[in-house]
C-alpha cells in the first residue's frame, strides 16, 4: 500500500469575543494551509456552520462528513474529509461520548457538552485495503468524560472496525501522561507523534491560545491533540506551525502524519 497523509486540525470555532483572531480574519491562512498540505483525509475540530461552507467549498476533491454535536446536525460539529480520488468511502457514521452513545446530544460523565465520534470504513482504490478512520473532540471539563470516552472508542472502534487497521484523530483535550491517552497506548495503538523523532524546533505544545512565542514557556499552553494508529506504521510526523507576521491560524497547531498499512 501506498503512504497517505492524514491531517488533524482543531480550527477554533467562529467566535466574535475573539476579535483580530476571529474566522474571518483568519480563515485564509487556514485555507493556505489546507492547500499546502494537500492531505489525504483530515478531521477537523469546533466547526461552526459559517466554517463547514467554507471549508466544503474550499475541498471540493473531497468527501465531508460534518457531525453537530447537539443532535447530529446542530451545534459544533466534528468533521471528517475524505480525497475522493484516492479512497472509497465503504460507510459512515457517529456515535455521542456517553453511556447512550446512540441518544442524540447525549452528555456523559461529569462532561459539560455533548460530545462526539465521526467515522468512516475507507477502501484505498490504489491497493484496496479497507480502514477506519475516526475523529473526535473530547470535553475540556470533565476528567471522567475524558477517560471514559476513550474507553468507549476503543471499545466501538474494535466493533466497527472487524479487524481493519484503524486511524483515530482529534482534540482529546488531555495531557499525553493521563490516562484518556494511556488507554490507547494499553490497547495496541502507537501515538505517531512518539514514533517519529522530533524535527528541529518543532513545537512541543499542540495548544497555544493564539500566543505561541517558541522564546517562553507557558503553562496554559499543552499538547493535547494526537493521531492514533492500529495497524498501521507512520512514516513521518510534524505540527505545521506556520503563522504570518505573528498571526496563527487557529489557537492549535494542526498535526499531520504519514502513514502506510502493516
Not at 523523532?197 to 512541543?204: E, F, H, L, S, V
Request: net charge neutral; charged share 25%; with cysteine.
Amino acid at each position: 500500500m501506498n503512504p497517505f497523509s492524514v491531517l488533524s486540525f482543531n480550527i477554533r470555532c467562529e467566535y466574535g469575543a475573539d476579535g483580530p483572531n476571529g474566522w474571518e480574519y483568519r480563515k485564509e491562512q487556514v485555507f493556505d494551509l489546507l492547500r499546502m498540505s494537500d492531505a489525504d483525509l483530515i478531521g477537523f475540530q469546533e466547526v461552526t456552520p459559517i466554517q463547514s461552507n467554507d471549508l466544503g467549498n474550499l475541498l471540493s476533491g473531497y468527501f465531508g462528513l460534518t457531525i453537530g454535536r447537539d443532535d447530529g446536525i446542530s451545534g459544533e460539529a466534528t468533521a471528517i474529509y475524505v480525497k475522493e480520488e484516492r479512497f472509497d468511502i465503504l460507510d459512515k457514521g457517529y456515535f455521542w461520548c456517553s453511556a447512550t452513545p446512540e441518544k442524540a446530544g447525549s452528555i456523559g460523565w461529569d462532561a459539560v457538552f455533548p460530545r462526539i465520534v465521526a467515522y468512516v470504513v475507507l477502501k484505498d482504490k490504489q491497493c484496496a485495503a479497507e480502514f477506519c478512520f475516526f475523529n473526535t473532540h473530547f470535553d475540556h471539563v470533565g476528567k471522567i468524560a475524558r477517560r471514559m470516552s476513550s474507553r468507549l472508542l476503543i471499545q466501538k472502534a474494535q466493533e466497527i472496525s472487524q479487524g481493519k487497521a484503524i486511524l483515530v484523530v482529534g482534540d482529546f483535550n488531555a495531557k499525553p501522561r493521563t490516562e484518556t491517552i494511556r488507554l490507547f497506548l494499553k490497547n495496541g495503538y502507537s501515538e505517531s507523534k512518539r514514533t517519529i523523532k522530533p524535527k528541529r524546533g518543532q513545537p512541543k505544545v499542540s495548544f497555544h491560545a493564539f500566543q505561541y512565542d517558541p522564546q517562553r514557556s507557558d503553562p496554559s499552553m499543552e499538547w493535547i491533540d494526537y493521531i492514533f494508529t492500529k495497524g498501521f506504521h507512520t512514516l513521518d510526523f510534524d505540527v505545521i506551525a506556520s503563522s504570518v507576521n505573528g498571526r496563527y491560524p487557529s489557537d492549535h497547531f494542526p498535526i499531520s502524519a504519514t502513514v502506510q498499512i502493516d
